[in-house]
C-alpha cells in the first residue's frame, strides 16, 4: 500500500511538473510580448533613400556617318571649352569633292554669264525687230510697199521674239544649274565640317571610347562628356514610404567618399515614373554647393526633411501589422489583444508613426510578439523579448 502511495504521489508530480511546462514554456504558454503606450506629441518626419551621383548634362559626341577615326586630341579628365576640337574623322574624298563642286560652279557661273548675255543680244534684236516692223506697218498703210514687205517684218519680229524667250529660258535654267551646285556644296561642305568632333559646351572628358585607326558606326560615341557643375542625385525611394515627397525639400545628402562631411541639397525634380519591378519612386536632388572631389556614379544616402507636424498621436512603426489586407495594430484590451484597424500618416527616422485615426493617447499597443497572434492569444507581456527568451520565464 505504502508503495502505490509512493508511485501515486510521484505521479502526481510529474503530471503537474508537465502542465507547469506546458503552461510555462510549451505550446500552451502564453505569448511573450512586448508593448508601448501610445503617445502625444510632435516629430520632424523625413524620408530616407539611396542614390547616385549623375550629370544632368552630358554628351556623347560621335560621327554622323560611320567612318573611321582620324585623331583624338582629348583625354579623359580633360576640361573642355565650347567649339574646341576634340577628335577628327578621316574625310576620305570630300575635300576632292568639293574641288570638283567648286570646279563646276565656276563652270555654272561662266554658262550664266554666257546666258545674261544672250539674253541681252536677243532683246536687242527683239527691239530692233520690232521698231522696224512698226515703220513698215506705217509705209504699207501708205502704199509705199507691199503688203509681202510687211508680212517679212512681222515674221522677222516674231523670230525675235522667240529667240529672246529661249535665251531667258537658258538664262533661268543655268541660275537654276548654278543653286543647285551650290545646295549641293553647301550639303557637302556641312558633311565635311561633321568630321570635325566639336565640343558643344564647356565640360570635362569622362570616356574615350575610340581610338586613331578604330573604325566606327553613325551616333557610336567616340567621347562622353559632363557638365560638372550639373551634378544631382538620383534618389531612389520606397513607394510606401514617400509620402510627402514633393519638389523643394531640403535634403541631406552624405556621400560614401565623404562619409563624414553631410552636404546640403534640395529636391530638384520628382519623375512621373516609378520602378515598377522595386516599387521604387525616383527623384532628382541637386546640391546647393557642388562638393570637391565628387565622381559620377558615386553612391550617396540622402535624408529629406519634412515640415514639423503639429500635435499628433504617435506609436512605433514596428506595432502596424497587416491582418487580412487592412493596416492596424494589436491593441490590449484588459490584457487581451485586439486587432484595430488604424489610419497612418507621416513617418520619422526613428521609427515613430502619425495615427490619423483608431487609437488614442495612453492605449497599449503590441510592438514585438513572441509569435503571430490572434484573438484569442494568450499574452505576457515582457520587457524583452531576448532577455526572456535566455532566462525562459518573464521577469
Given at each position: 500500500?505504502?508503495?502505490?502511495?509512493?508511485?501515486?504521489?510521484?505521479?502526481?508530480?510529474?503530471?503537474?511538473?508537465?502542465?507547469?511546462?506546458?503552461?510555462?514554456?510549451?505550446?500552451?504558454a502564453?505569448?511573450?510580448?512586448?508593448?508601448?503606450?501610445?503617445?502625444?506629441?510632435?516629430?520632424?518626419?523625413?524620408?530616407?533613400g539611396?542614390?547616385?551621383?549623375?550629370?544632368?548634362?552630358?554628351?556623347?559626341?560621335?560621327?554622323?556617318?560611320?567612318?573611321?577615326?582620324?585623331?583624338?586630341?582629348?583625354?579623359?579628365?580633360?576640361?573642355?571649352?565650347?567649339?574646341?576640337?576634340?577628335?577628327?574623322?578621316?574625310?576620305?574624298?570630300?575635300?576632292?569633292?568639293?574641288?570638283?563642286?567648286?570646279?563646276?560652279?565656276?563652270?555654272?557661273?561662266?554658262?550664266?554669264?554666257?546666258?545674261?548675255?544672250?539674253?541681252?543680244?536677243?532683246?536687242?534684236?527683239?527691239e530692233l525687230?520690232?521698231?522696224?516692223?512698226?515703220?513698215?506697218?506705217?509705209?504699207?498703210?501708205?502704199?509705199?510697199?507691199?503688203?509681202?514687205?510687211?508680212e517679212?517684218?512681222?515674221?522677222?519680229?516674231a523670230?525675235?521674239?522667240?529667240?529672246?524667250?529661249?535665251?531667258?529660258?537658258?538664262?533661268?535654267?543655268?541660275?537654276?544649274?548654278?543653286?543647285?551646285?551650290?545646295?549641293?556644296?553647301?550639303?557637302?561642305?556641312?558633311?565635311?565640317?561633321?568630321?570635325?568632333?566639336l565640343?558643344?559646351?564647356?565640360?570635362?572628358?569622362?570616356?574615350?571610347?575610340?581610338?586613331?585607326?578604330?573604325?566606327?558606326?553613325?551616333?557610336?560615341?567616340?567621347?562622353?562628356?559632363?557638365?560638372?557643375?550639373?551634378?544631382?542625385?538620383?534618389?531612389?525611394?520606397?513607394?510606401?514610404?514617400?509620402?510627402?515627397?514633393?519638389?523643394?525639400?531640403?535634403?541631406?545628402?552624405?556621400?560614401?567618399?565623404?562619409?563624414?562631411?553631410?552636404?546640403?541639397?534640395?529636391v530638384?525634380?520628382?519623375?512621373?515614373?516609378?520602378?515598377?519591378?522595386?516599387?521604387?519612386?525616383?527623384?532628382?536632388?541637386?546640391?546647393?554647393?557642388?562638393?570637391?572631389?565628387?565622381?559620377?556614379?558615386?553612391?550617396?544616402?540622402?535624408?529629406?526633411?519634412l515640415?514639423?507636424?503639429?500635435k499628433?498621436?504617435?506609436?512605433?512603426?514596428?506595432?502596424?501589422?497587416?491582418?487580412g489586407?487592412?493596416?492596424?495594430?494589436?491593441?490590449?484590451?484588459?490584457?487581451?489583444?485586439?486587432?484595430?484597424?488604424?489610419r497612418?500618416g507621416?513617418?520619422?527616422?526613428?521609427?515613430?508613426?502619425?495615427?490619423?485615426?483608431g487609437?488614442?493617447?495612453?492605449?497599449?499597443?503590441?510592438?514585438?510578439?513572441?509569435?503571430?497572434?490572434?484573438?484569442?492569444?494568450r499574452?505576457?507581456?515582457?520587457?524583452?523579448?531576448?532577455?526572456?527568451?535566455?532566462?525562459?520565464?518573464?521577469?
Amino acid at each position: 500500500m505504502k508503495r502505490r502511495l509512493s508511485l501515486f504521489s510521484l505521479g502526481l508530480l510529474l503530471l503537474a511538473a508537465l502542465v507547469f511546462v506546458l503552461l510555462r514554456s510549451g505550446p500552451l504558454a502564453a505569448t511573450r510580448v512586448t508593448v508601448s503606450q501610445v503617445k502625444e506629441g510632435t516629430f520632424s518626419p523625413a524620408l530616407f533613400g539611396i542614390g547616385t551621383v549623375e550629370a544632368r548634362r552630358n554628351w556623347m559626341i560621335g560621327p554622323t556617318a560611320a567612318g573611321r577615326v582620324l585623331s583624338v586630341k582629348v583625354d579623359v579628365g580633360d576640361s573642355v571649352k565650347m567649339g574646341q576640337l576634340l577628335a577628327e574623322m578621316d574625310p576620305v574624298d570630300l575635300d576632292q569633292r568639293l574641288a570638283s563642286l567648286d570646279a563646276a560652279t565656276a563652270r555654272a557661273v561662266s554658262a550664266q554669264a554666257a546666258a545674261t548675255a544672250q539674253q541681252a543680244d536677243a532683246a536687242a534684236r527683239r527691239e530692233l525687230a520690232a521698231v522696224n516692223f512698226r515703220r513698215n506697218q506705217d509705209l504699207a498703210q501708205q502704199n509705199f510697199i507691199s503688203s509681202g514687205a510687211l508680212e517679212a517684218r512681222l515674221q522677222e519680229k516674231a523670230s525675235a521674239d522667240a529667240a529672246l524667250q529661249a535665251a531667258q529660258a537658258n538664262l533661268q535654267g543655268a541660275g537654276q544649274d548654278l543653286m543647285r551646285l551650290q545646295a549641293d556644296r553647301a550639303a557637302l561642305q556641312q558633311q565635311r565640317a561633321t568630321t570635325r568632333l566639336l565640343a558643344p559646351a564647356d565640360g570635362v572628358v569622362t570616356t574615350r571610347e575610340a581610338e586613331a585607326g578604330s573604325t566606327v558606326l553613325a551616333g557610336q560615341p567616340v567621347l562622353r562628356l559632363i557638365d560638372p557643375s550639373s551634378l544631382w542625385i538620383r534618389l531612389r525611394l520606397d513607394q510606401g514610404r514617400s509620402a510627402g515627397l514633393t519638389t523643394g525639400l531640403p535634403a541631406q545628402i552624405v556621400l560614401r567618399s565623404q562619409p563624414q562631411v553631410p552636404v546640403a541639397g534640395r529636391v530638384a525634380r520628382v519623375e512621373w515614373l516609378s520602378d515598377s519591378v522595386t516599387e521604387e519612386r525616383i527623384a532628382q536632388v541637386s546640391f546647393n554647393q557642388s562638393p570637391v572631389a565628387v565622381s559620377v556614379g558615386e553612391m550617396a544616402e540622402v535624408t529629406l526633411e519634412l515640415p514639423t507636424t503639429g500635435k499628433a498621436v504617435l506609436l512605433p512603426g514596428a506595432s502596424i501589422v497587416r491582418q487580412g489586407g487592412t493596416t492596424g495594430v494589436w491593441w490590449l484590451k484588459s490584457g487581451k489583444p485586439v486587432f484595430t484597424p488604424v489610419r497612418l500618416g507621416a513617418s520619422s527616422l526613428d521609427g515613430q508613426v502619425q495615427v490619423l485615426d483608431g487609437l488614442k493617447a495612453g492605449d497599449e499597443v503590441v510592438v514585438y510578439s513572441q509569435k503571430t497572434l490572434s484573438g484569442e492569444s494568450r499574452v505576457q507581456v515582457v520587457d524583452s523579448l531576448v532577455k526572456a527568451a535566455a532566462s525562459g520565464a518573464a521577469p
